[in-house]
């Protein structure tokens, strides 16, 4: 059955091939900030809707995400613009879409947010992490600290919320090879990296995963078919996200 569906970012490099998957055979809005990019929202069978995660208020979100079914959340600063930005749209962003969830009048949708491997507590080593793990953990956050800052700030804000079904994707390094639609899914290490295209393809099983609430869903390359991988995850209900 056709879902309503909603993704803020849509211009994301994510974003786009998400709506390429799904768009065709689903009503897709996906939210943008740049009147230039509308074309290509329509190229990716999407309809564009023109609202700023820093400027347009709370209930322009809750006015566009009324009636919808899934909201994804794939936004980001992208590192541009500083801590301060990073903290505008990151977190702050983040949580105005939470918010605007939240006010939905009826039957709120689910939401389906992309973050990233090793968002944590910095103090909190997983148990799953090798010494490899480790290494490439420290040397990331001394690079983007800010980013793993308040993606983490972001996240912990939503695990506390039970107004509404989420699920929290958490992609490794992410490349623009082509997809191999394989993965490994689950308690993960740090690498190898994924391609865009598969965390798309992930994105897209989980638009009709209901049961995935709840889950942060660790994922980087591997050699097991997404949708059986998410599956088995989901099954297995396991997530170390906060821990």
Do not use: C
């Not at 490994?184 to 391609?195: E, F, K, N, Q």
């Not at 295209?197 to 609430?213: C, M, Y």
Request: no cysteine; net charge negative.
């Amino acid at each position: 059955m056709p879902k309503k569906v909603v993704i803020v970012g849509g211009h994301g490099n994510v974003s786009l091939r998400l709506a390429r998957l799904i768009g065709p055979s689903n009503s897709v809005t996906s939210i943008i900030r740049t009147p230039a990019h509308e074309e290509d929202i329509k190229a990716a069978s999407a309809t564009p809707l023109l609202l700023s995660l820093e400027d347009s208020p709370v209930t322009e979100f809750t006015a566009a995400f009324q009636g919808a079914d899934v909201v994804y959340f794939s936004a980001g600063a992208g590192g541009k613009g500083g801590e301060e930005r990073t903290k505008s749209v990151d977190y702050e962003g983040a949580l105005k879409v939470f918010d605007a969830i939240e006010a939905v009048e009826g039957t709120r949708p689910r939401l389906v947010l992309v973050s990233a491997l090793d968002i944590r507590d910095p103090n909190k080593i997983p148990a799953h992490y090798s010494e490899a793990d480790i290494a490439l953990a420290t040397r990331m956050r001394g690079h983007i600290a800010a980013y793993m800052k308040w993606k983490y700030e972001a996240d912990k804000n939503l695990a506390q919320r039970d107004a509404f079904q989420w699920t929290i994707l958490r992609p490794g390094g992410l490349t623009n090879e082509p997809g191999t639609g394989k993965a490994s899914i689950g308690r993960t290490h740090l690498a190898p990296t994924i391609s865009r295209e598969d965390v798309a393809t992930a994105l897209a099983v989980l638009l009709d995963r209901e049961d995935a609430a709840g889950l942060a869903i660790d994922m980087v390359g591997g050699d097991t078919p997404i949708e059986e991988g998410l599956d088995a995850m989901i099954k297995k209900g396991e997530t170390d996200f906060l821990g």
